[in-house]
């Protein structure tokens, strides 16, 4: 039994250690063909790598190679350049040298030639002043003057013919100029209005609205300008919020909206509640309060003139006047000076003077339309009138106050004279008095420093002067020429407002008297 167990024993380990030799020798195998694997990979992955590094180092030569030959290439083309350009300049610099040489060749031999003739001229100069003087002393001989009495005598002649003519030539072309002067006059009326335009235009269609601080301008504002759009589209007036310290400015061409506008920002600013919603409100009240003030003054206007049974819609377009403005003039007070003069002076010429005041009251009624239609304010107003049953001799003293319709009643040329006397009076148009009256004076004696004027006259509040010159003294062809040079010298040498128109008066009196 023991002999089994030990038999069995040696067999296990015999067992064992062959399968362990043939395991140590399986394995040694493997371990050989996988490093002769690796051994290969490691092989062929060298190879393609110093394939790629050789294909690198050729490109980074052949990139060299290039950039190095288009250094080469740009240095020789500036070089080639710089070349041609010195040959350039050499080849004209040559040119240059052998055309002065060619010019100086030519101006010697011009100098020459020059010479030559100067003692040639020379020569006949000095026989001609001898021949000259000759002649003189014949025509000295002759004619028993001297040579300076004669040349005295002919420049005397030739000065009164050359005035003469000169005269009757400024007389011609003055009438020349009057054929065409209507063109012209309209050609300079429109650039002139292009020029002067945008000043009153600001002047008449920007308000400006205080603010006690810039703080309030944001507030106005409002977040992302709601409060601004709401404004302006409540007022229908533009809002202009700068730099400007402690204002903001209302555009618009319509008084009576920036009036609105104005108002509903004092009230807001006033309040301090700045919305929307809240400015829709004011601007919705203020706009009635205004409407009932226009009503009111235009009522009190017809009551302080004494003008009854006017239709309301006049009375209102009478208080909407109070915010028109006309050659800086307000047009509500213009148009109650009007009434009140054109009644004075129907009451003297023996007319009725309730017709005449009511018409100046109305005169310019066409400037404050609801809507501009494209009429002037003369015919609009006459229309006006006649739809709201105004009388027949008013209507065409509106219509005719400007000459647009034919006057047909005594009442018209009264409105028209009044509506030039309230106009031209000092002042009524912001020029003050005193500048009024010195340019009154300063026409008068500009006029008087010219010879032969008698006496001058500045009517017309200024706008045409009356110069009277002595009949012994003063030509019709000099007179023309005074004219002339009076309205040059007030152009130059005065500032005046339109156009001044000058008449000179030469005549001849003869007086007796039957007894």
């Known amino acids: 039994m023991e002999l089994n167990i030990v038999i069995l024993t040696i067999t296990a380990i015999a067992s064992l250690l062959v399968g362990f030799l043939l395991t140590s020798t399986l394995l040694k195998k493997s371990i050989e063909r996988k490093s002769e694997h690796i051994i290969k990979d490691a092989q062929a992955e060298a190879e393609v790598i110093k394939k790629d590094k050789i294909l690198q180092a050729k490109e980074k030569f052949l990139q060299l190679k290039a950039?190095?030959?288009?250094?080469?290439?740009?240095?020789?083309?500036?070089?080639?350049?710089?070349?041609?350009?010195?040959?350039?300049?050499?080849?004209?610099l040559s040119q240059r040298m052998e055309e002065l040489q060619r010019k100086q060749k030519e101006l010697n031999v011009l100098k020459d030639n020059l010479t030559v003739q100067l003692d040639i001229v020379s020569k006949k100069q000095t026989d001609l002043e001898k021949a000259h003087k000759q002649q003189i002393e014949q025509l000295e001989t002759i004619s028993g003057l001297s040579a300076a009495e004669a040349k005295a005598q002919i420049i005397e002649s030739l000065k009164a013919e050359a005035k003469s003519e000169a005269l009757t030539f400024i007389k011609d072309s003055m009438d020349e100029a009057k054929m065409t002067a209507n063109l012209e006059a309209k050609k300079i009326v429109i650039e002139t209005i292009q020029r002067t335009a945008t000043e009153h235009a600001v002047e008449n269609s920007v308000s400006v609205f205080n603010i006690e601080n810039d703080e309030m301008k944001g507030r106005i504002i409002g977040r992302e300008g709601r409060n601004i759009r709401a404004l302006e589209a409540a007022t229908g007036i533009e809002i202009i919020v700068d730099d400007t310290p402690d204002a903001i400015l209302l555009s618009g061409f319509d008084p009576v909206r920036r009036e609105i506008a104005r108002l509903s920002l004092h009230k807001l600013v006033t309040d301090g509640r700045i919305h929307p919603a809240r400015i829709e409100e004011v601007v919705a009240k203020t706009k009635k309060q205004l409407e009932q003030e226009i009503i009111e003054i235009g009522k009190r206007t017809t009551i302080d003139l004494g003008i009854h049974g006017m239709h309301h819609e006049l009375v209102r377009m009478i208080g909407k006047m109070k915010y028109r403005s006309s050659y800086g003039q307000n047009l509500l007070q213009h148009s109650k000076e009007v009434a009140n003069l054109c009644s004075t002076m129907a009451a003297e010429l023996g007319l009725n003077p309730k017709v005449a005041k009511r018409a100046g009251l109305l005169h310019d009624i066409g400037k404050v339309p609801d809507n501009e239609p494209d009429l002037p304010h003369a015919i609009l107003g006459m229309k006006m009138a006649e739809k709201f049953k105004e009388n027949i001799e008013i209507c065409n003293a509106i219509g005719a106050h400007h000459d647009e319709v034919e006057m047909n009643s005594l009442i018209s040329p009264i409105v028209q004279v009044c509506d030039a006397i309230s106009g031209a009076r000092p002042g009524a148009r912001r020029e003050v008095v005193e500048?009024?009256?010195?340019?009154?004076?300063?026409?008068?004696?500009?006029?008087?420093?010219?010879?032969?004027?008698?006496?001058?006259?500045?009517?017309?509040?200024?706008?045409?002067?009356?110069?009277?010159?002595?009949?012994?003294?003063?030509?019709?062809?000099?007179?023309?020429?005074?004219?002339?040079?009076?309205?040059?010298?007030?152009?130059?040498?005065?500032?005046?407002?339109?156009?001044?128109?000058?008449?000179?008066?030469?005549?001849?009196?003869?007086?007796?008297?039957?007894?």
């Open 435 to 515: 500048a009024y009256i010195k340019r009154l004076q300063d026409l008068e004696q500009l006029a008087l420093s010219y010879n032969g004027v008698v006496k001058t006259y500045a009517i017309q509040a200024g706008r045409e002067l009356r110069v009277i010159v002595g009949a012994e003294k003063v030509t019709d062809e000099e007179a023309n020429s005074l004219a002339y040079d009076l309205s040059k010298k007030i152009q130059t040498e005065m500032t005046y407002p339109g156009q001044i128109k000058i008449t000179v008066i030469r005549e001849t009196r003869a007086v007796s008297y039957a007894k």
């Open 67 to 92: 950039e190095h030959e288009k250094q080469i290439n740009e240095k020789n083309n500036l070089i080639n350049g710089a070349e041609n350009r010195a040959k350039q300049k050499e080849t004209a």
